[in-house]
């Protein structure tokens, strides 16, 4: 019996910490796939707050993240009907940060929420996880040089990006492409970008590896 033609995932969604790409890559598949995008929630009132140590700034950026990305989120099921989409963003991602940001007491009333609307969040046919090393992020980051990611301490994004291999090494949600970016540059350089396009037109069972070989 002939195997069955490999289908091309119709939910796709992009994670990985700050400046590691994401956002680029699910404009780009985007455009390739004419795929509706998701964007994740920038505008949120209460980070520059968070990023001056208020208290309770914490607790209420995060419920603020929470409650955006959950109803852009439930967009996706009707969209889904009308062709691929890409998001750059995982609902269950929102954890990482809150176990990050908040004290005990408020991570006991943050998980009563997010259980709630957990169970209706939509799941992906494929995540990519894109990963890189917290001095790649850093060099990124600076040269960027957006003012609100100037707060960003080393010690910080060290924490994030260990904070998302901790999650994703035990990720079984969805379909997993783990894609290394610490020596490649699929922003900057054409060759890297079309490397990655070339995997992700192939099917991704369970969890995968994807270490690009950069440039010679």
């Known amino acids: 019996m002939p195997e069955p033609k490999f289908k091309p995932p119709r939910y796709f969604a992009i994670e ?3 400046r590691v790409g994401k956002s680029t890559l699910a404009k780009i598949l985007a455009e390739r796939l004419h795929a509706r995008r998701v964007f994740d929630c920038e505008d949120n009132p209460f980070l520059s707050a968070f990023y001056d140590e208020k208290p309770g700034a914490a607790f209420a950026a995060q419920m603020h ?50 259980e709630m609307l957990a169970t209706s969040a939509p ?5 990519i ?22 707060h960003i301490s080393a010690e910080y994004l060290q924490t994030v990006a260990q904070a998302y291999e901790h999650f994703f090494f035990h990720y079984t949600g969805a379909n997993l492409l783990v894609v ?17 396009l070339r995997r992700l037109r192939q099917p991704v069972k369970g969890t995968q590896y994807f270490l690009p070989l950069g440039p010679e």
Do not use: C, W
């Not at 799941?123 to 995540?127: A, F, K």
């Not at 990124?140 to 040089?145: D, E």
């Open 123 to 127: 799941v992906p046919d494929l995540v």
């Open 16 to 18: 990985g910490p700050i």
């Open 129 to 150: 996880y894109l990963q890189a090393k917290p001095e790649v992020l850093r060099q990124r980051i600076t040269k960027k040089g957006a003012r609100e990611e100037s």
């Open 180 to 196: 290394d970016t610490s020596d490649i540059d699929f922003v900057e350089r054409n060759a890297d970008l079309q490397e990655l």
């Open 65 to 114: 993240f929470l409650m955006e990305r959950h109803q852009r989120l439930m967009e996706i099921d009707r969209e889904k009907k009308l062709g691929p989409v890409v998001s750059d963003f995982l609902f269950e991602k929102d954890k990482i940060f809150a176990y990050i940001n908040l004290d005990n007491e408020e991570l006991k009333l943050y998980e009563r929420y997010y």
